[in-house]
């Protein structure tokens, strides 16, 4: 039904609304009280919506890529939809970044961007690019909106896609034209959505439940390897009761820490590429895996031939395609993460079988040995007694400051390692990192949308002096919006995490991996911004400094510590070729 | 190993390019496909030929299914089925010619659906296999052009793919 301006209806409770206005109401309908975004000459109408109501509140960033990951920092600490709104071309464009970044690691979003009027389309016209297809092999799905009418429905079924099953990121296209403000439609938002073409997965096969407790039960030496599905899926709590009433030993991927608190005894530490030593040694070594939401990534597996040898393995996951993809499944089970692990636990209980006690107390007596020899929790395993800063030392000085309560963000490199490795998550949701992408630029913009959401929690960005330069203006939304957060930059004065692998796998040449004296100074540049800059140079002065900055509630903070720039991260997988055991531990030592 | 598969999905805009695009995304190979609206003109039909081992065929069809715009679909090469794909082929028919050409198209029991003075253009329909025969038979030196539409496929017996 098509009604012009000025023309009256008689179904009085139907309200009419322009394209433009019809959108704004349906996030309002759909629940959503915060836009991050940029505008544009595609998306003016709808800006102009969002100016006329004051429900959902519009945060500017200062690139769209920014948007897209402060977006993701919300929904990955919440488990909330994150929203983006940009406009046509290069905005649509360079939300593409952050939009491949949520979708790697399956993240709650919806990106709705403007695009050039219906009867432009297709001809080269100012600011056009075909959102749609640039974003195809990144998204879960996709809507060009040809019609204002079929706003509300999109939008319903968009949220609907992005948060259910195996999440991840929803694009809504919208032509100018369909969001005119002089033209009105009836605004209905949908009770119900059929969707005939979309079930996602929901419990899991029964019979497979059993048989893969019969199998765990039986287990020697058993591991549970658990990925960001268990964070995602809301399983933490289960997966906790499942490990301590076996008492099995559980590590967690880089996408998964906080899934099994960190500070529990059962805690391996994270596995895969700089994985502990223990975590995968004993992976190596298990004769059963329970592997739940983690998708046998190639930096966790390392040579897919050589994986586990001697193992037999269990994976649950909502996605039919993550199951048998790299590793084969012996009991594969499709499924929401806690409704499985409930099944599984209401299954234990109601059984008499026990494990193998005597199997599982030389078990952890073997995995404690490994601790003791190379663990990263049982000595350090960097120099303690030199005149440099240890990076490592300094995420774990942070993790002592914040209780290790934090909402720990990052950016990409050997930063993120080691904050992987020294700070310890209790609790999911807490730590935010790029995984599956690897987005330097991402721990920025993510740590702005995490303190949004949490405005009374300490938040804290890892980051490197050249990831940070990625996404550095958003410094000025942090400004605008008053987001006091703490940027920790381990400046190790190089693209630390590339040098290392040319001097572990290019005999040192050093290519294009150190700024020649270029960079900036990090305290003034904060100050330009608004903020307080702390330098951190001297090993004497880092925890003084760094209490006297974690003191400091009301203001953005960028703590610039100077670190050792020769150290590695270690261990470190022996690639190619090696299995999930052969790392080396030190520049010096291989297993 | 050789597969058919048939996909039933949303006659959307963009439906097409996302089964297009999952098969170079991933590095699957598509042999041939053919996509026409069903009766029920809210659906369409697609039927794809690939090759791959079991384990590949599975995360095709696993990876086809995660697609929102597909509704259903179907490995027919699990079970009996009826391949058919189509042929025009347009060949030389000169002088004695003329009479070898029919017979040919007669054998794999084609049709000449346009004639001159020096040219047939015949259709033959059947498996894969048979037009490959087929434009064998003819032989390289007659065959001007060649047209097939790519393989489509149906299950024998009860077993349907509907809705
Ligand atoms: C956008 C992007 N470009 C390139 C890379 C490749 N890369 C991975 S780590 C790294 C170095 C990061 O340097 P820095 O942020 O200083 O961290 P460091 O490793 O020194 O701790 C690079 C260039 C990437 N991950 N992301
Ligand atoms: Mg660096």
């Known amino acids: 039904m098509h009604i012009l301006p000025g023309e009256e209806i008689e179904e009085t409770q139907v309200e009419l609304l322009s394209g433009g206005d019809m959108l704004v109401r349906a996030l309002q309908d759909e629940g959503v009280n915060l836009l991050f975004g940029y505008p544009g000459g595609s998306a003016l109408h709808i800006y102009d919506a969002i100016f006329r109501q004051k429900s959902i509140k519009h945060v500017l960033v200062r690139h769209e890529q920014g948007a897209t990951h402060a977006a993701d920092g919300y929904a990955r600490s919440t488990g909330k939809v994150g929203v983006v709104l940009v406009t046509s071309g290069p905005g649509a464009t360079n939300a593409i970044t952050g939009i491949a970044t949520a979708c790697m690691d399956s993240i709650p979003m919806v990106v709705i961007s403007g695009q050039v009027p219906r009867d432009k389309i297709g001809e080269d016209a100012f600011q056009e690019t075909d959102m749609v297809g640039c974003s195809r092999p990144v998204v879960k799905h996709s809507f060009l909106v040809k019609n204002a009418e079929d706003i509300p429905e999109v939008v319903r079924k968009a949220f609907y896609i992005a948060r259910t099953g195996r999440p991840g990121p929803v694009v809504i296209d919208i032509p100018k034209d369909v969001t005119n403000p002089s033209e009105r439609f009836p605004y209905r938002y949908p009770e119900k959505l059929r969707m005939r073409s979309y079930t996602p997965a929901g419990k899991g096969h029964g019979g497979q439940i059993r048989k893969a407790v019969a199998l765990l039960l039986s287990a020697r030496r058993p591991v549970i390897y658990a990925g960001g599905g268990v964070v995602q899926g809301e399983g933490a709590a289960l997966l906790a009761e499942l490990a301590r009433c076996l008492n099995y030993p559980v590590t967690n991927t880089l996408m998964g820490l906080g899934a099994f608190p960190g500070s529990d005894k059962r805690f391996l530490g994270m596995l895969g590429m700089h994985g502990t030593f223990e975590a995968n040694t004993a992976m190596h070594h298990a004769d059963v895996i329970l592997a739940v939401g983690a998708r046998f990534d190639d930096r966790v597996t390392n040579t897919p031939g050589k994986f586990c040898p001697g193992a037999k393995i269990i994976h649950i996951d909502v996605d039919p395609a993550s199951i048998s993809k790299t590793i084969i499944a012996d009991i594969p089970i499709v499924g929401t993460v806690a409704f499985v692990l409930g099944e599984m636990l209401e299954t234990l209980k109601s059984t008499e079988e026990q494990p193998d006690q005597s199997a599982i107390v030389d078990w952890w007596r073997q995995i404690d040995d490994w601790r003791e020899r190379h663990g990263l929790y049982t000595a350090p395993r960097y120099q303690t007694d030199g005149a440099l800063i240890m990076p490592q030392e300094v995420i774990r000085a942070v993790y002592d400051m914040t209780e290790g309560e934090a909402f720990v963000t990052s950016d990409v490199g050997q930063h993120q390692m080691f904050a992987a490795q020294y700070y310890l998550f209790d609790k999911p949701r807490r730590w935010i990192n790029s995984g599956g992408l690897g987005t330097m630029g991402f721990g920025l913009p993510a740590a702005l949308g995490v303190k949004i959401a949490h405005p009374d929690k300490e938040v804290v960005c890892v980051t490197g002096e050249g990831s940070i330069q990625m996404c550095i203006q958003e410094l000025s939304t942090a400004t605008q919006y008053h987001l006091p957060i703490k940027i920790l930059c381990l400046n190790n004065q190089a693209l630390g995490m590339v040098k290392q692998w040319q001097e572990m796998q290019y005999e040192g040449r050093l290519s294009n991996s150190v700024y020649e004296e270029s960079l900036p100074d990090f305290v003034k540049l904060a100050e330009a911004y608004g903020h307080l800059g702390v330098k951190i140079e001297r090993r004497g002065e880092l925890h003084v400094k760094l209490q006297e900055a974690f003191a400091e509630r009301d203001r953005t903070v960028f703590i610039d510590v100077y670190v050792d720039p020769s150290e590695h991260v270690y261990p470190m997988q022996v690639m190619p070729n090696g299995s999930m055991r052969d790392m080396w531990l030190s520049k010096t030592e291989r297993t | ?163």
Not at chain 2, 45 to 65: A, W, Y
Not at chain 2, 86 to 113: H, W, Y
């Open chain 2, 1 to 163: 190993m050789r597969r058919i598969i048939s996909v039933l999905m949303e006659n959307e805009p963009g439906a097409l390019s996302r089964v297009v695009g999952l098969f170079s995304q991933r590095g699957y190979n598509i042999e041939s496909l053919t996509v026409a609206p069903t009766e029920d003109n809210t659906l369409s039909r697609l039927t794809l030929v690939t090759i791959g081992d079991d384990r590949k065929i599975e995360q095709i069809t696993k990876n086809l299914n995660k697609l929102v715009d597909v509704v259903k679909l179907v490995d027919l090469t699990e079970g009996s089925h009826i391949e058919r794909e189509l042929l025009l082929v347009k060949v030389r028919a000169n002088g004695a010619q003329r009479d070898e050409v029919k017979r040919s198209v007669d054998i794999f029991r084609g049709q000449i659906v346009d004639v001159n003075s020096s040219i047939y253009t015949v259709q033959v329909a059947g498996t894969g296999e048979k037009l490959d025969a087929f434009l064998q038979a003819l032989g390289e030196h007659t065959i001007m052009e060649v047209v097939r539409s790519g393989v489509s496929g149906i299950a024998r017996g009860e077993k349907v793919l509907s809705l």
